[in-house]
């Protein structure tokens, strides 16, 4: 088998890593999985499951006994590891049967698979350990691939399996994961014996083999058919999703627009927590977006559980045309309230209508997924990959509505079935057992000058702390670095980049546009992006004047204008932190320009404390000195100029600032970026118009 014989699905096998793997069926196991998680096709992120069986050693006896491997609670196929796994005896899990007492008590059962743990270090069995437990396969895949779901979600949905795979698939009707269903799939097994699988009605798809090998090409082969099915019957029966209602934008309005109404959004589902955004233009979502059944589809909600819990019962369409007026943000927040209270209002409803007696509390009543006709989708979360991995189960969604739509017609899950899954004892506790959240989760920064020094420092600390950032300089070699070590640190969530000179006002609306488009809009504002000249007073030029003051000064201002512009409409709050200097309060020699425009950055802030109060945005200044590693600023003639006027060699500078200070230490960039954490990390929320001085102590620059 090789690529060219799918077109649906992607043939990953690779003969040779196989072999080396040989005779290690967990090995195996994990590298199918990986390959299996690897497209999105196929299963989502954190959806699906996967096992194998083989015999191992019991430690307590000596004896050779049956063991199952299989993802455990909370793990994701695609990136699957040994740790991630759970084993179980499968003796004693399929004992189990003997004390089940029905439906009513499947909840006790999870508790009891920890008396059927083999290796001590495994993680938590997952809901899903007793489908694969009763099943005598020594390979089995469950997954939610769109293709499998649209035929599983759709009417007549048992009808076409039986007949698309001439009764090779079984059937088995919706239930919610659990030992009852378990049970179900052996039953369904027994009734049919030689069957390559079974569809689970709504939900997704079971497949296997006797061999890591043959469960890998059974699963891309059940797949494959069902969605050359789906492709052959598109148009067929009407046209898709009922044709096209309305034109989208073109692609640069498409930005324009959400770039505006984004950090409006975001501060409604900021509601009951903060939120970090996403936005998808994505033609798929677009070819749905502007239909004529987005109106009937879109309320209905998914099908698959695992679509359900990453995107709520179901979306919030915007009732705004494309080319909407979006800059009147007070007026689209007005036009937008009703549609935000009537969401609530239809969650709070669905939560009384559904919820049992010991139900956990109602959650947050803000939308997931908000769809724009003719623009795009964003989602809001409460991190920038969950927001993302939202926006990509919907499109999963989106694609199960439309096979199901070209084969018969579309079946959600029913409410309180829904409701039974998102309200689950069993998902709370999971929920309870999720780790703190960091200080910064849910805040989103936009630090000027953060490809190199201080600014770097600065992003990495932020996002170390749980936050995402906005990184960019004026130099698009310095960023493309900065961008590349990132990306290998932090993955692809944590931040965005942006090239940015902050004396070009353009650059810096662009800027804010992308941190817009990015995550929904921004929290904290650093201005760090410096530069500096040291000359006699007779040596300075007006154009040395002039570039000090454009960068330092002019440009803290226009980079602060528009990040408060964009706080404002989020309606959260904020913070601008201010990278200023020791020199802004200490007169040195050679240094009149910037020690001017440094006297005038701080004073600056001291301004837009007093008037950004109201809006619950604090304003405050964190004053370095001589953070000579990794600077831009010590490159050139900065350094000599600051040597000759100390009298001193270039490589004595660390030497020297260190030795003039109370402390005797010398400053590092990590060091002022745990001086804005302070400021921001929650301590210190009633606090502003302050200065930090981080310089060692140096006594002529204490404020008070």
């Known amino acids: 088998m090789s690529s060219k014989s799918f077109k649906h699905v992607s043939y990953l096998w690779d003969d040779q890593k196989a ?3 040989h005779g290690d069926e967990v090995a195996l196991l994990l590298y199918r999985s990986n390959l299996l998680g690897a497209d999105l096709r196929l299963t989502n992120y954190g959806g699906g499951n996967t096992s194998c069986k083989a015999i191992a050693k019991d430690p307590l006896t000596g004896n050779e006994t049956e063991v199952m491997w299989i993802k455990g609670s909370g793990g994701d196929i695609g990136t699957l590891k040994r740790s991630g796994l759970a084993a179980l005896y499968v003796d004693r899990l399929r004992a189990l049967k003997t004390i089940y007492r029905g439906l009513a008590h499947e909840d006790e059962m999870v508790e009891l698979f920890n008396h059927c743990i083999y290796d001590l270090a495994s993680k938590a069995p997952s809901i899903d350990t007793p489908l694969h437990g009763f099943l005598p396969f020594k390979h089995i895949d469950h997954l939610h691939p769109d293709a499998a779901i649209a035929i599983a979600a759709a009417k007549e949905g048992k009808k076409i399996t039986q007949e698309l795979f001439g009764g090779q698939i079984g059937w088995v009707e919706w239930q919610r994961p659990g030992f009852d269903l378990g049970l179900k799939l052996k039953q369904c097994l027994d009734e049919h014996p030689g069957i390559k699988g079974i569809m689970l009605g709504s939900h997704g798809l079971f497949t296997w083999g006797d061999t890591a090998y043959e469960s890998y090409i059974n699963t891309l082969e059940v797949i494959e058919q069902c969605a050359e099915y789906l492709e052959k ?24 627009q959400a770039a505006l109404i984004a950090p409006v959004l975001r501060g409604l589902c900021s509601s009951y927590n903060q939120m970090v955004g996403h936005f998808t233009d994505d033609d798929r979502v677009l070819e749905f977006i502007n239909s004529h059944d987005l109106e009937r589809l879109a309320p209905m909600g998914t099908s698959c559980p695992d679509h359900f ?3 709520k019962i179901s979306p919030l369409v915007l009732e705004l045309k494309p080319d909407e007026d979006l800059k009147d943000s007070k007026a689209i927040k007005d036009k937008l309230h009703n549609s935000f209270e009537a969401y609530r209002a239809m969650y709070q409803d669905y939560y009384d209508r559904c919820k049992h007696p010991d139900s956990p509390a109602v959650r947050d009543r803000n939308p997931v997924v908000i769809l724009y006709p003719g623009i795009g989708m964003f989602t809001f979360s409460k991190d920038k990959q969950t927001a993302r991995v939202a926006s990509e189960f919907y499109i999963n969604a989106i694609h199960v509505m439309k096979g199901a739509e070209a084969i018969s017609e579309y079946t959600s899950l029913p409410r309180q079935e829904a409701f039974n899954i998102e309200y689950w004892l069993l998902e709370e506790a999971k929920l309870q057992r999720l780790p703190k959240p960091k200080p910064l989760t849910g805040r989103v920064a936009l630090i000027t000058g953060s490809a190199g020094g201080i600014g770097k420092a600065i992003a990495k600390k932020f996002i170390a702390e749980g936050g995402c950032v906005m990184i960019n ?5 310095r960023l493309a670095k900065a961008d590349e070590e990132f990306k290998k640190l932090f993955g692809k969530d944590a931040y965005a980049s942006v090239l940015l000179d902050v004396t070009n006002a353009e650059q810096i609306k662009k800027a804010f546009e992308a941190s817009a488009i990015a995550f929904g809009g921004v929290d904290i504002v650093v201005n760090c992006a410096g530069i500096s000249i040291s000359k006699p007073l007779q ?21 602060t204008q528009h990040g408060v512009e964009l706080m404002r409409k989020q309606n959260l709050g904020g913070d601008v932190i201010n990278i200023v200097s020791k020199n802004a309060l200490v007169s040195g020699p050679n240094n009149a320009g910037y020690g001017s425009a440094k006297a005038a950055q701080l004073h600056l802030s001291r301004l837009n404390a007093a008037e950004l109060g109201t809006d619950k945005i604090r304003v405050n200044v964190v004053n370095p000195d001589a953070v000579i590693s990794d600077s831009k600023i010590w490159e050139g003639a900065w350094a000599e100029g600051r040597a000759k006027a100390y009298g001193v060699k270039v490589e ?4 020297f600032y260190a030795k003039r200070t109370l402390l005797n230490e010398i400053i590092l960039p990590e060091d002022i970026a745990n001086a804005c954490f302070v400021f921001v990390g929650g301590l210190l929320t009633k606090s502003t118009g302050n200065v930090l001085n981080v310089d060692g102590g140096v006594a002529m620059a204490f404020v008070r």
């Open 473 to 477: 300089d004026n130099d698009d070699s």
């Open 309 to 311: 819990l990453r995107t």
């Open 19 to 21: 072999a080396e793997l």
């Open 539 to 559: 040596e300075h030029t007006e154009k040395d004047w002039d570039f000090l003051y454009d960068i330092l000064v002019k440009g803290q201002f226009l980079v």
């Open 652 to 655: 004595e500078l660390p030497a």
């Open 233 to 256: 019957n598109y148009g067929k029966r009407r046209a898709v999703f009922g044709g096209t209602k309305i034109q989208s934008a073109k692609k640069e309005d498409r930005l324009s």
